[in-house]
């Protein structure tokens, strides 16, 4: 587990930096409201070096036979479930998901190490078709130094999906994990380095976001930008890629819709959907949230909904006997409090929890249900755990309802028709639709949203692509 008194520094130009008067960031446990460590943050002379190391490092490791480059990947996997009991505590006492949950995050964080040191020797290019003596060839070749920006909620595997494809690619990084765990994204960096990453390649700052955002995107050094987060960053960070045309993947918001209709198998439906609202406290970009419940099962799904929220386990996540921890910061519960709110206050219904829940940053699970369009939950995604219904009537009207707000990052739906699963698939506006499942990203499949969910995707061949360039070689 990450030594608080040691272990928090920044990583430059292959070497840890601590507080040695930097400004500092306090790092707070979210199950007790407590600080745990003061994290040193970066300066503006460690960034210009941070760019400067990238920019070494990207002439080195672009260079770097794709064997040693997969090896390297290959061993940070191994070194990941090698340390995965003493990080997943440490994402725990920080992030606050139960154990069971920090573990599983490690577990794929390592599968997508893994995956992307054999994508590696995927590069494929095409050879063109020309008159005899000719030759016409495309290749593709990393972008160059990268700028990875990732979030608190799954702040080792969002981290991960940056680092293995870039690196793979041959591209050198510049990752900025969240200032809210950063002993269990430390850790990630120190199986890059101790699995043989050269010095340079990789760096690590901690800061005020934009601060770091707008001195490393004003940089000519930096020609990719990868973002995790809201939809206003999103936006701000496009703003700031445009004055240098930099290339962007940006895996913005979502407010997933959860379509139930009256064929389903209810009683599976309901035990995966209460699993899966509830998964990190409601804290995921792919969370179901708005639920549309035909009308015919709408008073059955609500009970059976109910009685599974109301006996849920919220506690310390290293409790194994909890099965939701608290929310991530001290900002959320008042967050989703005034959504709440907003939602009585125009009609709806609380038919479990609703309120704050014991010490620290704790939200009971809530159900909400006869949710009108009016309110602000069901326009604003609460990333909270806080399940919204509403029932439907007919087939156009639950896509009309699925499709009306400007997000489509995730969007999930429960039948037993083939057909209707099959039309589901085509009207639904999303970057991925689950279908009977909520099981939607894997290091092999893009993983990315439409509309204001974002631009391009990771994970897949699609995420190695988008740290590549494509030249086109010919010769007479």
């Known amino acids: 587990m990450t030594d608080y008194t040691t272990d928090l520094a920044l990583f430059v130009d292959g070497s840890w930096r601590i507080g040695e008067g930097r400004d500092a960031h306090a790092v707070v446990n979210p199950a007790t409201g407590g600080t745990i460590a003061e ?3 970066a300066s503006i002379a460690d960034l210009d070096e941070a760019l400067a190391a990238a920019d070494r490092g990207f002439k080195l490791w672009r260079a770097t036979d794709v064997e040693v480059r997969s090896a390297v990947l290959r061993k ?9 009991e003493d990080i997943a505590t440490t994402l725990t006492i920080e992030q606050g998901k139960p154990i069971a949950e ?3 995050e490690i577990a794929g964080s390592a599968q997508m190490f893994d995956w992307y040191a054999e994508e590696a020797k995927r590069n494929y290019g095409r050879v063109l078709v020309r008159p005899t003596g000719q030759r016409a060839i495309v290749i593709k070749q990393p972008v160059g130094p990268v700028a990875a920006f990732s979030p608190w909620n799954f702040p080792v595997y969002l981290m991960s999906k940056k680092l293995a494809p870039a690196l793979a690619a041959g591209c050198s990084v510049i990752a900025k994990p969240p200032e809210e765990t950063p002993g269990c994204t430390t850790a990630v960096m120190r199986c890059l380095i101790d699995a043989g990453l050269p010095a340079g390649v990789c760096q690590m700052v901690f800061g005020v976001p934009d601060t770091i955002s707008r001195h490393l995107l004003a940089s000519s050094v930096i020609r990719k930008v ?12 496009m703003r700031l890629a445009a004055d240098g045309v930099k290339r962007l993947t940006m895996e913005l918001g979502g407010h997933a819709p959860v379509l139930v209709f009256d064929d389903c198998d209810l009683e599976k439906t309901l035990d995966m959907v209460v699993l899966q609202k509830f998964r990190n406290a409601g804290q995921v970009c792919v969370s179901p949230t708005r639920f549309y419940v035909q009308a015919g099962i709408y008073d059955a799904f609500l009970d059976g909904f109910a009685k599974r929220t109301a006996i849920m ?19 959320r519960p008042a967050a989703i409090t005034a959504l709440v709110e907003d939602a009585k206050a125009k009609g709806a219904r609380v ?17 909400l249900a006869d949710v009108p369009d009016a309110a602000d939950i069901m326009s604003s995604e609460p990333f909270g755990p806080v399940a919204v219904t509403a029932r439907f009537d007919s087939f156009d009207d639950a896509v009309a ?17 083939g057909r209707r699963a099959n039309l589901l698939g085509d009207a639904i506006e999303s970057g991925m639709v689950g279908i009977n499942t909520f099981a939607i990203s894997s290091p092999d499949a893009p993983f990315g949203g439409v509309k204001d969910s974002g631009l391009g995707s990771e994970g897949g061949s699609e995420g190695l692509d988008s740290y590549m360039v494509v030249k086109a070689v010919h010769t007479a």
Request: net charge positive; aromatic share 8%.
């Open 102 to 104: 920090a573990r599983g």
């Open 351 to 367: 038919l479990a929890g609703g309120g704050r829940g014991g010490g620290g940053f704790f939200f009971q699970p809530t159900l």
């Open 401 to 417: 309802k699925a499709n009306r707000l400007p997000f489509g990052l995730a969007a999930f739906a429960f039948t037993e028709n």
């Open 39 to 41: 994290l040193p943050l």
């Open 226 to 237: 990868s973002f995790t987060g809201s939809v206003p960053v999103g936006r701000h960070l």
């Open 76 to 84: 940070t996997a191994t070194l990941l479930r090698e340390r995965a």
């Open 313 to 331: 386990k919220i506690g310390n996540g290293l409790d194994a006997a909890t099965h939701m921890g608290p929310l991530a910061n001290v900002r």
